[in-house]
């Protein structure tokens, strides 16, 4: 038997599916389409839900705009309340308007500039209409060359335009800032680090946190440190999960370094940063470009509840007391005992006690959705990386 203080927090964690990861998807080599792909928001709404039914933990969806832009978004949100879900952060597009190719937020002309913090706005309208509590900024703006443009006055311009989109927020709404440090901006990129966005987080006010996106680092960063001290200064407002080999590669979370994902769900636990009121939102960013959609958000639930069910297990008085005793190695075991635990009977157990399939992988594949869904959605245009 697990213990119920472990399974009672892992029937409440909650993880958001990002509408994107059911689109077509793919490398700037090539997009390769599957049959059953969503051709329009209320399908992926439809599909993140299946996700949900199986899992139990995934109870919204992330919007991006234009992307999945709609005549009525109550009927979107009326359409995903009567799937069982509900619509999460609405994410910004600033990076695919020609007059975005010197910047958004930052540009050196008002003019694109007063067009991205109109565009923001929209999008804050959009949450007034859903219900969704955060605005997710990705700033693709930087510099490919030295000298091509002003570092520092690209600053003040983003502190700028950040205000006045700050001020369009209800006492209930926040930004949630993500940082990158490379791509497209390959010399520099105007938000490519959590220092970065911190500080601007902080010159904007409470209502204001930082997104860490797990594939937006140099390779070797130590993550968990960084979620340790925004958790410990109210700061880390969402995750971005996902998993980079190479790049910015978005695949399946826990797929590349299942290890890090336990010592980062360790650092949230160590902070009780996993209760559902702890301002912390966690998030998917991925696509599935060569793996079925669905499978693939459901394999990336199911890690992320393995790496957490781990991090719950840890003896923390086990880990305190080596600590304390300067027992490095008896430290680093309590640690790795919880790392090496097969949670997957624990898991099985507080499925059955959600009454849920104890394998929503397999419960998937039996259960005839994705043939259904390729049969019924013939004609119309599969949704992309540009609606
Ligand atoms: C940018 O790489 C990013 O991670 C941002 O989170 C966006 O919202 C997402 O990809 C999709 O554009
Ligand atoms: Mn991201």
């Given at each position: 038997m697990a213990p119920p203080s472990v399974l009672a927090a892992l029937s409440e964690q909650s993880i958001e599916l990002p509408s994107w990861a059911f689109g077509n998807s793919g490398t700037r080599f090539k997009?390769?389409?599957?049959?059953?792909?969503?051709?329009?928001?209320?399908?992926?709404?439809?599909?993140?839900?299946?996700?949900?039914?199986?899992?139990?933990?995934?109870?919204?969806?992330?919007?991006?705009?234009?992307?999945?832009?709609?005549?009525?978004?109550?009927?979107?949100?009326?359409?995903?309340?009567?799937?069982?879900?509900?619509?999460?952060?609405?994410?910004?597009?600033?990076?695919?308007?020609?007059?975005?190719?010197?910047?958004?937020?930052?540009?050196?002309?008002?003019?694109?500039?007063?067009?991205?913090?109109?565009?923001?706005?929209?999008?804050?309208?959009?949450?007034?209409?859903?219900?969704?509590?955060?605005?997710?900024?990705?700033?693709?703006?930087?510099?490919?060359?030295?000298?091509?443009?002003?570092?520092?006055?690209?600053?003040?311009?983003?502190?700028?335009?950040?205000?006045?989109?700050?001020?369009?927020?209800?006492?209930?709404?926040?930004?949630?800032?993500?940082?990158?440090?490379?791509?497209?901006?390959?010399?520099?990129?105007?938000?490519?680090?959590?220092?970065?966005?911190?500080?601007?987080?902080?010159?904007?006010?409470?209502?204001?946190?930082?997104?860490?996106?797990?594939?937006?680092?140099?390779?070797g960063t130590n993550i968990e440190f960084i979620v340790a001290q925004l958790l410990r200064i109210g700061k880390l407002g969402a995750f971005d999960f996902n998993s980079r080999f190479y790049a910015d590669d978005d695949l399946i979370v826990g797929a590349a370094d299942p290890f890090q994902l336990f010592r980062i769900m360790f650092e949230i636990v160590r902070a009780d940063a996993l209760r559902p009121d702890s301002g912390v939102n966690f998030m998917l960013d991925q696509c599935h470009n060569i793996e079925p959609k669905i499978p693939g958000q459901i394999r990336s639930v199911m890690n992320i509840q393995e790496a957490t069910a781990k991090a719950l297990l840890v003896d923390r008085d086990a880990l305190s007391a080596a600590q304390q005793a300067g027992d490095v190695l008896g430290a680093n075991a309590v640690l790795m005992d919880a790392y090496n635990t097969d949670v997957r009977p624990l898991l099985a157990e507080l499925r059955a006690g959600m009454g849920l399939p104890d394998d929503p992988y397999a419960a998937y594949a039996a259960s005839g959705y994705a043939e259904k869904i390729a049969a019924e959605r013939v004609g119309g245009a599969q949704a992309g990386w540009d609606a």
């Open positions: 997009v390769f389409p599957q049959p059953g792909v969503p051709r329009n928001p209320f399908e992926k709404v439809s599909d993140a839900a299946q996700v949900h039914r199986l899992t139990g933990v995934a109870p919204r969806v992330s919007l991006h705009i234009p992307w999945d832009m709609v005549d009525d978004f109550g009927k979107l949100a009326a359409h995903a309340a009567d799937e069982g879900v509900s619509l999460g952060a609405v994410n910004s597009n600033l990076f695919q308007d020609e007059d975005y190719k010197l910047g958004s937020l930052t540009n050196r002309d008002p003019d694109v500039r007063r067009k991205a913090v109109a565009h923001h706005l929209r999008c804050i309208d959009v949450m007034r209409a859903t219900g969704s509590k955060d605005l997710k900024i990705w700033l693709p703006d930087g510099l490919n060359y030295p000298g091509q443009d002003d570092i520092r006055d690209r600053q003040e311009r983003l502190a700028e335009s950040l205000q006045q989109v700050y001020a369009g927020l209800d006492p209930d709404q926040r930004i949630i800032l993500e940082y990158k440090f490379f791509e497209p901006a390959f010399y520099a990129t105007d938000i490519p680090d959590w220092g970065t966005s911190l500080l601007h987080c902080l010159a904007l006010g409470d209502q204001a946190t930082v997104v860490l996106d797990t594939g937006h680092h140099a390779p």
